[in-house]
């Protein structure tokens, strides 16, 4: 592993403000979900149980909105698609604090479908912005830039929420959101390479790319949030069943480091590896955590799983970046940000009733079964994927092998 990569990466213009304000947009993002929960179960006394009605029905409308939004940003640019959600989630938060709770349900739905799409167009300007034999290592980053931007902003929501109360903490997510879309109104950045703008001049037919090696990868993708979400769970379970919540934050911070580290190094390497091999490897290696307790051999079982996160997650995000034309990509990017969510929301409710019923460690074997047999799922239709995705609209003749990761797109002289 070199430093070099990194280097080189930087160097391109664009880049470094494009992650910049990708970490700082993120972080009242990816506050808003720890937000709504302790304000409708602490603030307005109302349970865990209407809690969870909240934020599942902004999951919704966010699962519903990411492709949507996607789909305009590639048909009318990202400008508009800024204004509108930057102006919408201003709208919702400033007044969120005061809403009755049907009232709160119903808006945080719309809030959901207009949902600032800070992190899927973050990975689709760097797609534009990093030539693709760079693009591992540029996604490897932006994954680090997320697992940085979760460790804050779910950790300073509940500082704010206990400290400060509901009010004054909406308000500073209204005013961090709406000074994040503005920078990135104002930053503008391309969301296709000056070559794609030039050959990309025709519709691209949804079928082109929507087949079901696509969807096989968002399989994987939603397989991946599955077991992250599931191990989550598990450990926190564990630590409290054992007396040990005090340790619970430095433990899930100790394992969001082995993420990083893991991003890190496959960045810098010099080939990397199908989103298959990884999801399914660290699905493998989370079951044997279910054998140990007491969170110092806890964070010691999950070394190797938490090692593979950030280079799981950002795998995905590289092949989708090589097999969907240009013209494609934001609504390609929303539906793989619709399918993180997926594995995420479907996990918790699900290993949270093995945990109940049968307890956190088996909870640990759930996640890891769970993503490897939706790994094997996928597997038969990855030689159907769609072709590598070239500048222009022609797809390539190549396929790469089942579980190799495919090989860098050849790209147009200008």
């Not at 808006?107 to 990093?130: E, H, K, N, W």
């Not at 500082?159 to 209204?174: Q, Y």
């Not at 994927?385 to 797109?409: K, N």
Request: glycine share 10%.
């Amino acid at each position: 592993m070199a430093l070099a990569p990194y280097r080189r990466l930087l160097k391109i213009p664009g880049v470094p403000t494009l992650l910049l304000v990708g970490l700082l947009a993120r972080i009242p993002s990816t506050a808003m979900g720890m937000t709504l929960t302790l304000h409708v179960a602490v603030a307005l006394d109302l349970g865990y149980g209407k809690a969870g009605l909240v934020t599942m029905a902004n999951t919704i409308g966010m699962a519903i909105g990411s492709p949507l939004s996607g789909r305009f940003v590639d048909r009318h640019g990202l400008r508009p698609v800024l204004i509108v959600t930057t102006v919408a989630q201003a709208v919702f938060w400033a007044c969120a604090w005061a809403l009755p709770f049907p009232v709160l349900v119903g808006t945080a739905t719309v809030a959901g479908l207009l949902a600032l799409p800070v992190f899927s167009v973050t990975r689709q300007c760097l797609a534009a912005l990093v030539p693709v034999p760079q693009r591992r290592s540029a996604f490897a980053l932006d994954s680090m830039v997320v697992e940085l931007s979760y460790m804050a902003g779910p950790a300073l929501a509940v500082a704010g929420l206990t400290t400060l109360g509901s009010r004054v903490t909406m308000t500073v997510i209204c005013v961090g959101t709406a000074v994040a879309g503005l920078a990135l109104i104002v930053l503008n950045p391309p969301t296709r390479s000056p070559d794609e703008l030039e050959a990309q001049s025709i519709k691209v037919p949804r079928r082109q790319w929507l087949t079901p090696g696509f969807v096989a990868l968002l399989g994987t993708a939603a397989a991946a949030t599955f077991v992250l979400t599931a191990t989550e769970l598990s450990l926190v379970a564990t630590m409290n069943n054992a007396g040990q919540t005090q340790w619970v934050g430095l433990a899930v911070a100790i394992w969001c480091v082995y993420s990083l580290i893991g991003g890190f190094v496959y960045g810098g390497l010099s080939r990397g590896f199908s989103p298959l091999v990884l999801i399914a490897s660290m699905g493998l290696l989370t079951i044997p955590v279910s054998l140990v307790s007491g969170w110092q051999w806890l964070v010691v079982m999950l070394i190797p799983a938490g090692l593979l996160c950030a280079p799981a997650l950002s795998a995905t995000v590289d092949v989708l970046s090589r097999w969907v034309p240009s013209a494609a990509r934001g609504e390609a990017m929303g539906f793989h940000g619709t399918a993180l969510l997926i594995g995420g929301a479907s996990s918790a409710p699900i290993a949270g009733a093995v945990i109940d019923g049968s307890g956190p460690a088996w909870a640990f074997v759930l996640a890891g079964v769970v993503g490897v047999a939706m790994v094997l799922a996928a597997a038969p239709f990855w030689p159907r994927r769609p072709a590598e995705a070239l500048p222009s609209t022609a797809p390539s003749a190549t396929a790469a092998p089942a579980l190799a990761e495919p090989p860098p797109a050849p790209v147009e002289a200008p």
